[in-house]
């Protein structure tokens, strides 16, 4: 079967309560889940496969609409968030009027948090939650032979009498140093950047699948276990990036240091091969030591991210994170007397925070631990967390108002906010409030300007500080 893969506009996303000017500012990453896909399709050695990462090209809706023309494929795989909903359902009507006969299957984050109503429009013929390489693999071999996919498990899809059928939850995937690496040069690889990164080229890369922790505002650990490639696999991937001339990786783990001997064992394999490529990740706090991120800046990691969250004891408890603000501090000194550099993630708008006083504390917070980057977000309650359950129960939210979004989406849905104790409006304010208390001081402004090393360099951060002036 002839299959694009497509990563679609995001010309209709729906907004968040987070400032605007600072929203403007994101990451261009490569399609790490379509990367998957493709690669272990190649390896199949059965179908034409082809990845379109419209971001990256920066195409919209009826110039991705010729290249489909174009190639006139027998099936269109599309992946994102819940966010991208409205862009997606476009993207697959699009497809339709061109042929009927084209197959539209959706993969990807809002697939695996509602794959029921991702099969209420009719413009999807099948959907793969959670991993997909295995299964889509199954799907194009059922489809190609002219067989409904009714023997693959972990698959929604419309039979030909109009049916949804949806077969057994499949396995994850346990051992993940079988897959292929992501095949990168098939896409312009050099297109891709890292908005906090130093160098041009940026690259996103995939450890561990999986997160063991249960925050009450995340729906990750409902996907399955953590699972974890080795030290040795991984590296051999960031090697061949280095080979590629890729500048800088992110390892997008949800959590990458959830064992520190194996953070350990990769760092000493990085060492032995004298490879030199920068590289960051996203740390648990509890799980920091001093053994682990000085091993790490030894290896060529320049950043860490930490979900901080809340700036009190009683925030810290109500998300679950199993930490307290002491244990915050102790950890944070570990990260600064490393000279990595920090960035801390903040959420604005907590069950606790009854007050303006309760929402400063978690500025004033984010201030003492003076990280070199903070960002801060309104808290989203989404379906499928504690959070949501809590506020449905209690009736701070509204159980309908996400069903209506995804059954019927439209561009100006609004996702929920706690708005126990603040209005929506007042949340945002507060969120821009943080942004100047954090970033408009003597300090920190001379901080970035003692950092700048390009004309780029100088650019990209004017463009930010007058971004955050203006709020």
């Not at 991937?237 to 949800?254: F, K, N, R, S």
């Not at 809340?310 to 570990?334: C, H, M, W």
């Not at 708008?349 to 004033?364: K, N, S, Y």
Request: glycine share 6%.
């Amino acid at each position: 079967m002839k299959v694009l893969l497509v990563n679609p506009p995001r010309e209709h996303s729906i907004s968040s309560e987070v400032p605007t000017s600072v929203n403007a500012e994101v990451n261009t990453m490569p399609p790490l889940g379509l990367l998957y896909l493709e690669a272990w399709l190649a390896s199949q050695e059965r179908h034409e496969v082809r990845i379109l990462d419209c971001l990256a090209e920066g195409w919209d809706g009826a110039r991705l609409e010729e290249e489909v023309r174009r190639e006139a494929p027998d099936l269109v795989g599309l992946t994102g968030h819940t966010h991208d909903l409205v862009d997606m359902l476009e993207i697959s009507r699009r497809v339709k009027a061109l042929s009927p006969e084209i197959a539209v299957w959706w993969g990807g984050p809002h697939v695996s948090d509602f794959p029921s109503q991702t099969m209420h429009h009719p413009e999807v013929d099948g959907c793969i939650p959670d991993e997909g390489e295995q299964a889509f693999a199954e799907v194009l071999d059922c489809l190609a032979e002219g067989r409904e996919p009714t023997q693959v498990a972990g698959v929604l899809f419309r039979s030909r009498r109009g049916e949804v059928i949806q077969t057994p939850r499949r396995a994850p995937i346990r051992a993940l140093n079988t897959l292929p690496f992501p095949r990168r040069s098939v896409l312009d690889y050099r297109k891709y950047s890292y908005v906090l990164g130093s160098r041009a080229i940026a690259t996103s890369l995939l450890t561990s699948r999986g997160c063991p922790y249960h925050c009450s505002f995340c729906n990750t650990p409902g996907r399955g276990s953590w699972r974890s490639r080795s030290a040795h696999n991984v590296v051999d991937e960031m090697e061949q990036c280095a080979e590629l001339g890729i500048h800088e990786i992110y390892m997008v783990d949800d959590t990458f240091n959830v064992q520190p001997e194996r953070t350990l064992a990769m760092c000493e394999e990085i060492r032995r091969r004298g490879l030199k490529v920068n590289w960051n990740f996203r740390a648990r706090v509890n799980l920091i030591t001093p053994e682990t991120v000085q091993a790490a800046r030894q290896a060529g990691c320049t950043r860490v991210h930490v979900g901080v969250e809340s700036g009190t004891d009683e925030g810290l408890k109500i998300l679950n994170k199993n930490l307290d603000t002491a244990q915050v501090r102790q950890k944070f000194r570990i990260l600064k007397d490393s000279g990595l550099t920090t960035v801390c993630y903040f959420m604005i708008g907590c069950p606790h925070e009854r007050t303006r006083d309760d929402v400063l504390a978690t500025i004033d917070f984010a201030r003492e631990l003076d990280p070199d980057y903070a960002l801060f977000g309104v808290l989203t309650p989404y379906p499928r967390t504690a959070l949501y359950e809590e506020g449905v129960r209690r009736g701070i939210l509204d159980p309908g108002h996400w069903e209506r979004f995804l059954l019927e989406p439209r561009a100006d849905f609004r996702p929920q906010v706690w708005t126990e104790f603040f209005s929506p409006e007042e949340l945002g304010e507060l969120c821009e409030l943080a942004f100047k208390r954090f970033y408009l001081r003597p300090r920190q402004m001379l901080r970035k300007l003692l950092e700048i090393r390009s004309f780029q360099d100088l650019s990209r951060k004017l463009k930010a500080g007058w971004g955050i002036a203006k709020l």
